[in-house]
């Protein structure tokens, strides 16, 4: 904009339109004079230096990073890129690279599924990933058959372990026979008197009236009258037989050869079976079986009676009162057959039941070990005035065990 107030410290000329100015490179510095600046000769437009493009000059290239870059293919229809100048310098315009849409250096045709897998189902992260294979019913079958015929050859197994010989199954329940035990010579561990004992034992546990029991045990015609008020049938199953893995034992203890058999009623509760040889036959000694005396421990410990003969568990002890004094007897617990009932017993030192009782623990006692309970056969005798109720006198010491002679 034009402006028509004289300014005095104004000292640029009057352009014109045609005039060019000079950019002053050529002057190291400007020329001061008193009364101001010189400015530099007007040129005109076809008297300008050449431009600084196209001076030979060649600058230091200095320090140059040497930057590889992948060239672009430019599309080959573009335009030539025009050159024009600005307030006398020229400007290249470079024509923007234009990339072409982007291609695979390969095409892979997309195959279909049938092709690469035929006829086999998807697996891992398919069309069924959450969903349990099915597996083929013929597999099931087969491992249900190999189930199946574990168990049954484990039941079989189990059975045959179980099962009598055959020799028990052939003769049954019955008694056994005359003729097949004169062929025995005393007890053996493992001979015929075994099987014969087991064979008697599952007649007798499945015997449920006194009538069937009578002919299987020892002194029938003695104990008939007994047998007939105390005896208790097992009720064990018809078919029941000695389990294989019951003890057999074989003893001379008391002056009579037996055997005795061991083992649980079906009900776990514990059983011990004493036979004897009466004559030619095999008998069971119901007396001894039982534990059974002349009188009971249950009268035995109320002071009732007057003693007698009685079968028990005998262990020493230190138990003594001013009637029994230690100086002069000796002490034992005398317990019953089921080792629930108790009664006390003493015997004189000087007396010959006390020596015979002190041999037979003696021979039973390890060396260094607490005396062992012993199976006896003793008779009581009513104590004298002022002991307790269940305090007896043992009068004499019959035989070790329960089997009489």
């Not at 189930?147 to 484990?154: E, S, T």
């Not at 629930?340 to 260094?368: C, H, I, M, T």
Request: with cysteine; proline share 9%; charged share 20%.
């Amino acid at each position: 904009m034009a402006s028509n107030l004289h300014d005095p410290n104004n000292h640029a000329p009057p352009v014109a339109a045609a005039d060019v100015w000079d950019d002053g490179d050529g002057l190291p510095c400007q020329t001061c004079e008193p009364c101001g600046v010189i400015l530099p000769q007007r040129r005109l437009r076809a008297t300008l230096a050449p431009t600084r493009f196209e001076s030979p000059h060649t600058e230091s290239p200095g320090l140059r990073i040497n930057v590889q870059t992948v060239a672009r293919q430019a599309v080959p229809t573009a335009p030539a890129v025009p050159i024009k100048e600005y307030g006398g310098e020229v400007v290249r315009l470079e024509q923007a690279l234009v990339e072409g849409p982007f291609q695979a250096a390969k095409m892979i045709p997309a195959q279909p599924l049938d092709a690469v897998q035929g006829s086999r189902e998807l697996q891992g992260e398919g069309q069924d990933w959450g969903h349990a294979r099915p597996h083929p019913l013929r597999w099931l079958v087969i491992a249900g058959a190999g189930v199946g015929g574990v168990l049954v050859a484990a039941l079989a197994t189990q059975e045959l372990l179980l099962a009598p010989k055959s020799k028990a199954q052939s003769t049954g329940l019955e008694l056994i026979e005359e003729s097949q035990v004169e062929q025995l010579q005393g007890f053996e561990l493992d001979g015929p008197s075994e099987e014969n004992a087991r064979s008697l034992l599952a007649t007798f546990a499945v015997a449920t009236t006194p009538e069937a029991v009578l002919p299987l045990i020892r002194d029938a015609p003695r104990l008939t009258r007994r047998l007939t008020q105390d005896w208790q049938p097992w009720q064990v199953p018809a078919n029941w037989l000695p389990a294989r893995n019951a003890t057999w034992q074989i003893s001379a203890e008391g002056g009579k050869n037996h055997g005795c058999l061991s083992g649980h009623k079906p009900d776990f509760t514990p059983y011990q079976v004493f036979f004897v040889r009466e004559g030619q036959a095999l008998r069971i000694d119901w007396e001894a079986t039982e534990g059974l005396g002349d009188a009971t421990f249950a009268m035995l410990a109320k002071g009732r009676g007057t003693g007698g003969i009685i079968r028990t568990y005998a262990t020493p002890e230190n138990f003594y009162s001013l009637v029994f004094p230690e100086s002069k007897f000796h002490s034992y617990k005398l317990l019953a057959a089921d080792r629930e009932q108790v009664v006390w017993g003493y015997v004189k030192s000087d007396d010959p039941a006390a020596a015979a009782l002190l041999k037979v623990f003696e021979s039973a006692r390890n060396d260094g070990d607490p005396p062992k309970e012993q199976a006896v056969t003793l008779r009581l005798a009513p104590p004298p005035a002022g002991t307790q109720k269940n305090q007896w006198l043992i009068g004499e010491m019959l035989h070790i065990d329960w089997v009489s002679p």
